[in-house]
DNA sequence: GTCTATAGGATGATAGAC
DNA sequence: GTCTATCATCCTATAGAC
């Protein structure tokens, strides 16, 4: 029994907004034209600009957080959490393709405790990454070099996996998985 | 004999700032605060804003165009030919570390010729890119497998290279070519 | 090459009517 | 919940003095 308040409304259009032209390029009436009302009107419901695109972030920002520790504290080798991990990224940029392109180019606009949060959650959410490749390569289920190079290889292709499914059309989420399980872990394995 | 102009400097002040928060939320006034005049000054020397945004973005392409062509004109083999697809990548990352933020991030504030060259040679880079991948399948120096994937990938993590050498702090050029070869191609041979 | 002054318009946000 | 009207500020860019 999902409602979609007004407010989710316009954080949606905006999230659509901010994705083709940025979040500093895009303004209130922007927003509210894409909407058919007037600028004014959107104050109504959100308290303003900021809080926009702290929805934006922070909903998926948190949804990482959540899906990362289910997989740390599964009973699992490493390899079986990676592959989780990468269905995680999959799962997440399906269900929210356009939250991402502002998650991954316009965090750094969150202001004061929004900021902080973001940055917490992100530097979290990538030692908890590094951690799980370096037992990995300690129990010799990862080819022991370069585990930042690795780290670094992953995430990037992670990260931007939107930008290709946008770009790519829609493709079928199983397929997808195993593609991507394969291109990523079949090298460092 | 290389004198730096007063637009060289504009341009390089810019793309810092560029970098840090976005084309769009940097103004004409920060740029010369930054080098201690008054924003009116700078249009004695460049254009306007969309002139610095150009000369940041298509200086870096033209190089990448020019380094692919290089490489795909070679007599060698495919996997030889990647390999100098990512020291290319990790070379313009050293020497412009700055400029590939506007380049991922900005060029859709390109505007009319800026624009349309831009898209073109992206659009070409990646082509050439994607018919090497191919090329490689074809005589089995690849194994024959998610061609698009494989070609997602690879860019991926190459156009995201300055984020990661911005973070990680100088590093060796040649242990970092050696590492990223190694990484990106076992996987895939 | 830099300055002051300013044009001309856009921007985020508020007040108050309906 | 939306509107009109408006404020105070900021923006890119130009004109003309030094």
């Known amino acids: 029994m999902k409602t979609i308040s007004r407010k989710d409304e316009i954080v ?17 009436r922007d927003i509210a034209s894409e909407m058919d009302i007037k600028a004014a009107s959107l104050y109504n419901h ?10 934006i972030i922070l909903e998926v920002a948190q949804e990482f957080t959540t899906g990362m520790n289910q997989v740390i504290s599964q009973q699992s080798s490493t390899l079986k959490k990676l592959e989780n991990l990468i269905e995680l990224h999959i799962d997440i940029t399906l269900n929210h393709s ?3 392109a502002s998650l991954n180019n316009d965090w750094m606009h969150l202001e004061g405790d929004n900021l902080n949060a973001f940055i ?31 780290l670094f290889s992953i995430l990037s292709t ?3 996996l939107h930008l290709w499914y946008e770009k790519r059309g829609k ?5 997808l998985k195993k593609d991507m399980v394969s291109v990523l872990l079949k090298g460092i394995m």
Chains 1, 2 share one sequence.
């Open 12 to 28: 949606k259009v905006a999230a659509t907004l901010f994705r083709k032209r940025g979040y500093s390029a895009i303004t209130m």
């Open 46 to 55: 959100i308290s303003g600009k900021q809080e926009i695109l702290a929805d």
């Open 98 to 100: 356009e939250a991402l």
């Open 120 to 150: 917490n959650m992100r530097d979290e959410y990538e030692d908890n990454f590094r951690e799980l490749i370096k037992i990995g390569i300690e129990v010799n289920e990862i080819r022991s070099a370069h585990p930042e190079v690795i």
């Open 158 to 160: 992670l990260r931007t």
């Open 171 to 175: 493709l079928d989420v199983n397929v």
